[in-house]
C-alpha cells in the first residue's frame, strides 16, 4: 500500500474513532436521566448536579473511565432514594459496579441489566425488589458478588447462579425464594460467602457444599431445612461462620467438632433437634468467639474446655444440660471465670442446681449480659454481684433462690433489666436499687418481699416497666413513683397489702400502657386524672376500697382493652360511655354497689364481654343478664342530660380553640386561664375537665339568676308594708321614673353580692387558720375575751373619753337609699367592695367557733337564718371601724361582732371587767356585746407562704358552691 493511502487509512480511522466516542457518551448521558426520571423520592437532593451544566462523569454517584469516558460505577447507596430502576440501565454497556443499596426502590429487577457484560458488583441490598430474578444472567461471566440481601425477590431458588464461575460472594438472605438448594452451587469454587438465610427453602443440606473451600461464611439459618448436617460440612476448614439456626435439622455435633474447624469464630446451631452432648473438642477450636447451642435437646454437662476459649458469647438456653456433681454452676462460673472476654452467658431453662457462687465476682470485667431463668439455684444471691460493673442484664428467675436482695446491687450503674420473679426472695427491696439510673425494666413479683416501697425508685428516670406485684409491701404507694414518667410498658402493684388513696398525680404516667392495683387495700375515689393516660390498654383496680362512681374523664381512654373494677365500693350508675369505647374488649364491674339501668349499647351488647353480678340495684340490660325491668321514670332537664348540652359544649369548644388559634397578650378571662393551666406540662387539667367545669359554672348561673328572678317577680307581686330586704329597696328603685336601674342590672347585682365574697372568705379562712396554728400566742390572745360597748354618744371608760368615730349632723339629712346618678365605679379610686362586710362577718364568726370550741354561742344567729340580701339587717349587728384611730376601738379593718354573755365559756379575771360606767342594773348574766378581733390584712398577707394545694383544694371547693 503506497504512503497516500496509509495516510488516508489513517485519517478515516481518526476521524470515526472520534466521532464514535461522544455519541456513547451521549448515550451513557441519556441512560442517566432516564434513571434519575424514575427516582421522583430524592430527600439529599444528590440528582441536583445531574444537569447540562456539567458533564456527567462529575455527576453526583457517577464515576466514569479515563480513557474513554465511560461509565463505569453508578454507587446511589444510603441516599433515602424513592423510585423503580429504568431499563435504561442496560444501555450502561462499560458499568462494573452498581450499588444501590440502602435506599427505597421498589418494582422489579430490569431483564436488560443482563446487557452489562462488564459486571462485576451488583449490590441493591436493603430495598423493596420484588419478582423473579432476571433470566439469562450467565452473560456475566464476570461477575464477582450479587448482593440482593433484605428485598421482596421471590420464585425458585435460581440454578443459574451456579454458572458463574467467578462468583465469590452471594447473599439472596431475607428474601422469599423457595424450594431447595441447588446442588450445583457446589461448582461455584472461587464462593467465599453464600448467605441464603431467612428464605422458604426446604429440603436437606446438599453435601456438595463440601467442595467450597474456599467458603467463610455460610448462612443457612432461618428456612425449613430438614434432615442432618453433611459431614462433609466439618471439613471446610476455611469455614469462619456457620449459622444454620431456626431449621428442622437434627443429628448430633460432630465429635472432632473443634479439630476440623480450626478457623471457626463463630456457631449458630440454635432453634433445631440436635442431640448428644457439646464435643469435648470445641476447646481446639482456638478462635471460637461465639457459640450458640439455644433450644436443641443438648444434654450432659458443659466441657471444661470451654474455659479454655476466648469466648465472648455462650447461648445454651432450653436444653437438657445437667450436673455431673453436687453444684454444677459453680464450676461452670469457675470454668468461664478463664475466659476474659466473656460478654454475654444464658443457660436458662436447663437443669442447673447449685447456687450462684462468690466466684460470680470473677467474671470477666466486659460481662454484661446473665440469664439464668428457669433452673434449680437455690441459696441467696451473691453480694459478689456487685463486682460486675459492667452488668446490664441479671435474670434469675423462676428459680429457688432466698434472702434478701444485696445492697451491693446498687453498685451496678449500667444496668437496664432485673428479672428476679417466682423466687422466695424475702426481707426489704434495697433502698440502693435508687442508684440505677440506667434501670429500664424491673420484675420483682412473686416473691415475699416486705416493708415499704423505697422512695429511691424515683431516681430511676428511665424506668419503663415496674413490676412488684404479689409480695407483702406495705404502706402506701410512694409519690415518686408516680412521678415517673418514663413508665410506659406497665405499672403492676397487684397482690400486696398497700393502702391509702390513689394520688392525683397518677395522671403525670400519661404513656403507661397497662396499670396492675388489684388485691390490695386501697381506698378512696378513682381519681379523675386516669383519663389523661393516652395509650392506656390494660386497667385492673379489683379487690380494693375504692368508691364513689366510675370518673367521667374515664371516656377518653380510646386504647383501653381490658378494665376490672370488681370487688370494691364503687357505686352510683354505670356510665353509658363504657360501652361506646370501642376498643374494649373485657370489662368487670361485680361485686361493687352499682344502681339504676345497665346500658345496652357497644360492649353491653355481649353478653360475655362483661360482668355486672353482685350489684343488686341493677335493673335492665340485655335478657341473658336476668335483671329485673327498670321502673318508669321521667325525664330529667339538667345539665346532663339536656338536650342542649351538646350544643353548648360544642360551642364552649370552639371557642376554646379560638382562643388558643388567636390568644390575647393579656390575660383578662376565664379562657385564658384555663388555656394556661392546660399548657403546663405537670397540670392534672385535661380539656374534658376543663370544658365540663365551664359548662357548670355556666348553668349555676343561669340557675341562680332565674332563682332571683322568680324571687323578684314574688315580691313584686306580693309587697310589702315597710321595706325589710334588699328586694324591697330594689323594686322601690326600680319604680321611679328617673332611676337608672334596670331589672338586668339589679339581678347581677344581687347575684355579685351573693358569691362576690365567697372566694376571699374561704381563702381567708383557711390562711387565717394556718396562721393561728403558726402563732400559738396569737390563738392565745385570740381565746381571751373582750368586752365592748356600742353607743351614739360619747362614752366614758375608766375616766378615758372614747369619742364617736364619725358625728356629722349633717349627714343625717341626706337620702341613703336612693341611687346616685353621679357615680362612677373607680372614679375616684378604688371602689369598696359590696361582700366585704359579709365576708367579715364570715371570718369572724368562723373565728370564735374555732377558738372557743363552740363554747360560747353567737346571739346575732339570725344574721346567718335570714337572706343574705337583708344588708341593712346585717348591718345593724356589724360594726366596721373605718377610721385609723388607734387605742380606744379595736384597730381598723377589724370586725366586730354582737356575740355572746360575758362570763360564759372561758372564765375571765376581775381586771377583766369594767370597773366605771356599767348600768345600775347591771347583772353577772347580762349580755353584753363579746368582739371577736379578726385582723384581715395579716392574714391575707399569708398568701406567699400559704401551701398552694391548699389553695387548689379551696378554689375547686369554690366551684362546687358557685353550684
Known amino acids: 500500500m503506497s504512503i497516500p493511502c496509509l495516510v488516508l487509512t489513517f485519517f478515516t480511522v481518526v476521524t470515526s474513532s472520534t466521532t464514535a466516542f461522544p455519541m456513547s457518551n451521549e448515550t451513557d448521558r441519556q441512560a442517566l436521566l432516564a434513571i434519575k426520571d424514575l427516582i421522583p423520592g430524592d430527600p439529599f437532593l444528590i440528582f441536583s448536579s445531574w444537569n447540562t451544566s456539567i458533564h456527567f462523569c462529575k455527576w453526583e454517584g457517577v464515576t466514569c473511565s479515563r480513557k474513554h469516558r465511560r461509565v463505569t460505577i453508578l454507587d446511589l447507596t444510603s441516599q433515602e432514594l424513592v423510585g423503580s430502576l429504568s431499563p435504561s440501565i442496560g444501555n450502561l454497556t462499560f458499568l462494573r459496579t452498581i450499588d444501590l443499596g440502602d435506599n427505597n426502590f421498589h418494582g422489579t429487577i430490569p431483564e436488560e441489566i443482563v446487557r452489562l457484560f462488564r459486571l462485576q458488583q451488583l449490590i441493591l441490598t436493603n430495598n423493596s425488589f420484588e419478582g423473579e430474578l432476571p433470566a439469562n444472567m450467565t452473560r456475566w ?80 439459618s432461618f428456612n425449613n431445612l430438614t434432615g442432618m448436617v453433611p459431614t462433609q460440612l466439618y471439613n471446610m476448614s476455611s469455614l ?48 471460637l468467639s461465639r457459640f450458640d447451642i439455644a433450644m436443641n435437646s443438648i444434654n450432659g454437662p458443659i466441657p471444661k474446655s470451654l474455659g479454655d476459649l476466648n469466648i465472648d458469647f455462650f447461648s445454651a438456653p432450653e436444653n437438657q444440660l445437667e450436673t455431673n456433681s453436687g453444684n454444677e454452676l459453680t464450676n461452670i462460673i469457675n470454668t468461664l471465670s478463664n475466659c476474659s472476654n466473656l460478654r454475654v452467658l444464658s443457660l436458662d431453662t436447663n437443669n442447673f442446681r447449685g447456687s450462684l457462687p462468690h466466684s460470680i465476682a470473677n467474671l470477666s470485667n466486659k460481662f454484661s449480659h446473665l440469664y439464668l431463668r428457669d433452673n434449680y439455684i437455690s441459696g441467696s444471691i451473691s453480694v459478689g454481684i456487685g463486682s460486675l460493673m459492667n452488668l446490664q442484664i441479671f435474670s434469675v ?148 376500697h375504692f368508691e364513689g362512681n366510675i370518673p367521667e374523664s ?27 369505647l370501642t376498643s374494649l374488649q373485657s370489662l368487670n364491674l361485680s361485686y361493687n354497689m352499682f344502681e339504676g339501668e345497665v346500658p345496652n349499647e357497644g360492649l353491653f351488647k355481649n353478653f360475655s364481654a362483661f360482668s355486672v353480678v353482685g350489684n343488686s340495684k341493677l335493673c335492665g340490660g340485655v335478657e341473658e343478664l336476668q335483671l329485673p325491668a327498670c321502673p318508669a321514670k321521667q325525664k330529667k332537664k339538667g345539665p346532663l342530660n339536656n338536650k342542649g348540652w351538646k350544643k353548648a359544649m360544642r360551642m364552649l369548644r370552639n371557642l376554646l380553640q379560638e382562643r388558643r388559634a388567636n390568644p390575647r397578650e393579656k390575660q383578662s378571662e376565664f379562657f385564658d386561664y384555663v388555656l394556661e393551666e392546660l399548657g403546663k406540662e405537670d397540670t392534672i387539667l385535661t380539656e374534658e375537665m376543663a370544658l365540663d367545669l365551664m359548662f357548670k359554672l355556666l ?184 377610721q385609723h384611730n388607734a387605742g380606744a376601738l379595736p384597730s381598723s379593718n377589724s370586725v366586730l361582732v354582737q356575740s355572746c354573755p360575758y362570763g360564759h365559756g372561758a372564765e375571765s379575771s376581775d381586771n377583766q371587767k369594767p370597773k366605771n360606767d356599767l348600768p345600775a342594773n347591771h347583772k353577772e348574766d347580762q349580755r353584753v356585746p363579746f368582739y371577736v378581733e379578726a385582723r384581715v390584712p395579716q392574714l391575707l398577707q399569708l398568701n406567699s407562704e400559704i401551701d398552694h394545694s391548699i389553695l387548689a383544694h379551696f378554689k375547686m371547693q369554690i366551684s362546687k358552691i358557685y353550684l
Open 240 to 287: 469462619r461462620l456457620v449459622s444454620l439456626a431456626a431449621n428442622q435439622l437434627h443429628g448430633s455435633l460432630a465429635p472432632d467438632f473443634g479439630l476440623a474447624l480450626p478457623m471457626l469464630e463463630e456457631a449458630y446451631f440454635g432453634s433445631n433437634h440436635f442431640y448428644g452432648p457439646i464435643p469435648s473438642s470445641i476447646g481446639n477450636a482456638s478462635r
Open 699 to 882: 348553668f349555676g348561673w343561669k340557675k341562680a339568676m332565674r332563682m332571683l328572678r322568680n324571687l323578684l317577680q314574688e315580691r313584686r307581686a306580693n309587697p310589702r308594708e315597710k321595706q325589710s330586704e334588699f328586694f324591697d329597696y330594689v323594686l322601690e328603685e326600680l319604680g321611679k321614673e328617673d332611676t337608672i336601674l334596670t331589672e338586668e342590672m339589679a339581678l347581677d347585682l344581687m347575684f355579685k353580692l351573693l358569691f362576690v365574697s365567697l372566694d376571699t372568705t374561704f381563702l381567708a379562712i383557711t390562711m387565717a387558720t394556718k396562721f393561728l396554728l403558726e402563732n400559738p400566742l396569737v390563738l392565745k390572745e385570740l381565746t381571751n375575751p373582750t368586752v365592748g360597748y356600742s353607743s351614739e354618744n360619747h362614752i366614758h371608760l375608766s375616766g378615758i373619753l372614747i369619742p364617736l368615730l364619725i358625728r356629722n349632723d349633717d349627714m343625717q339629712e341626706m337620702e341613703l337609699t336612693g341611687a346616685s346618678k353621679h357615680f362612677m365605679a373607680f372614679g375616684c379610686g378604688m371602689r369598696f367592695c359590696l361582700g366585704t362586710d359579709f365576708a367579715k362577718v364570715q371570718m369572724a364568726v368562723f373565728l370564735h367557733c374555732l377558738v372557743t370550741k363552740y363554747r360560747r354561742p353567737i346571739y346575732g344567729f339570725l344574721l346567718f337564718s335570714a337572706s343574705a340580701l337583708a344588708h341593712m339587717k346585717m348591718l345593724s349587728f356589724v360594726e366596721v371601724n373605718l
Open 554 to 580: 374515664l371516656n377518653q381512654l380510646k386504647g383501653i382493652q381490658f378494665v376490672d373494677l370488681s370487688r370494691n365500693n364503687l357505686s352510683g350508675q354505670i356510665p353509658k360511655f363504657l360501652g361506646e
Open 141 to 220: 461471566s464476570n461477575i464477582k458478588e450479587i448482593n440482593l440481601i433484605n428485598n421482596h425477590l421471590g420464585g425458585e431458588m435460581p440454578v443459574v447462579v451456579s454458572s458463574l464461575p467467578s462468583l465469590t460472594r452471594l447473599g439472596l438472605a431475607r428474601n422469599n425464594f423457595r424450594g431447595s438448594i441447588p446442588a450445583s452451587i457446589g461448582n461455584l469454587s472461587a464462593l467465599s460467602m453464600l448467605s441464603l438465610a431467612a428464605n422458604k427453602l426446604i429440603g436437606s443440606i446438599p453435601f456438595e457444599l463440601g467442595r467450597l473451600f474456599k467458603l467463610q461464611f455460610l448462612q443457612l
Open 397 to 544: 428467675r423462676e428459680n429457688m433462690l432466698s434472702g434478701s436482695i444485696p445492697e451491693s446491687i446498687g453498685k451496678l450503674t449500667k444496668l437496664e433489666q432485673i428479672f428476679m420473679q417466682r423466687n422466695n426472695i424475702s426481707e426489704k427491696i434495697p433502698f440502693s436499687i435508687g442508684n440505677l439510673s440506667r434501670l429500664s425494666i424491673l420484675v420483682l413479683a412473686e416473691n415475699k418481699l416486705e416493708d415499704r416501697i423505697p422512695d429511691s425508685l424515683g431516681n430511676c428516670n428511665r424506668l419503663l416497666g415496674l413490676d412488684l406485684s404479689f409480695n407483702n409491701l406495705t404502706g402506701t404507694i410512694p409519690g415518686q413513683i408516680f412521678g415517673l414518667s418514663s413508665l410506659s410498658i406497665a405499672l403492676f402493684l397487684d397482690g400486696n397489702q398497700l393502702t391509702g388513696p390513689m394520688p392525683m398525680q397518677i395522671g403525670n404516667l400519661r404513656n403507661l400502657g397497662k396499670l396492675g392495683l388489684s388485691e390490695n387495700k386501697l381506698s378512696g375515689g378513682i381519681p379523675e386524672t386516669l383519663g389523661s393516660f393516652q395509650v392506656l390498654e390494660f386497667l385492673s383496680l379489683a379487690g380494693n
